[in-house]
């Protein structure tokens, strides 16, 4: 009897302790990836990369890229290592001119939103630019949502941070999509460089952000409004310049779905497992 009571007194003890520790922690849970990210291995070889990337404990995959694979194709390959697909990224012009093709393929991989990162544009980025956008992208979605039962999310990249009026052509996004049909995908990285601050648009327009794009800036480096840095200047989470701690419980409050790591630097087979122990160590 005393055996019993002592196991049954270590498990509790255990179990407390336990869900205490897991509830100090800032992000508890295993990011999700971005399949640009692995874009050079899995042009070489998907299954040798998703089994890779399934080693790591990644389930929540963004895929911008079939790497000539079918969709359906694609989808099994995810199902055989317990993975998934929750946002599909294609280009405006396929968003554009193969919307049905496009909400047909985020289907078949089990997608919940589709995302565009890009929108063809004279530099500098401007009004006629945005506002274009802002039409397309309600039509689009909207489209996305009646047929296919899915979100669309434009992912922003810098240059729609010019300013306009009182705030900026990206406020001016946010402001006249039609959130029954747009939403959005914050790029961290590409919310800072132009001067802008991702905790200040996640508490402004809160749950218009469903997705996020987790990544850092090398120290050193100055922004601007191009839209574009050198790969090199992507470094681990915690090793540069954003603040993650506050931009993840800002997130946190904004209640974002779905986050995923995104490293274009050359080095990011090192810099991934590094950014996934630094997400683990942070604590409330």
Sequence with gaps: MMIKQLTFSVLAFLLFFGNTAAQTLLFPDTPGMVSYTYRNSF??????????????????????NLFGKSAAELRAMLDERGM????????????????????????????????????????????????KAIADFNMAGKILKDKFDLVFCYHNHGYEFHPHEVGTLFDLMIQKTDPNYVSFEMDILWTFFPGADPVYYLEKYGDRFKLMHLKDLKKGVDGNLSGGTPVKNDVALGTGQLDI????????????????????????????PQSMEYLKSLKK
């Design 43 to 64: 042009q070489q070889d998907v299954a040798a990369t998703l089994d890779t990337l399934q080693a790591m404990g990644i389930k929540d995959m963004e895929f911008s």
């Design 245 to 272: 701690p506050a931009i993840l419980i800002a997130a946190k409050k904004a209640n974002v779905k779905h986050y995923y790591i995104e490293d274009e630097s050359p080095t990011y087979y090192k810099q991934v």
């Design 84 to 131: 998934y697909c929750s946002s599909f990224g294609v280009s405006y012009q396929d968003l554009m001119n193969k919307t049905d093709q496009v909400g047909k393929d985020a289907n078949i991989l089990g997608a919940k939103y589709v995302r565009v990162a890009w929108i063809p544009h004279d530099t500098p980025f401007d009004l006629a630019a945005a506002e």
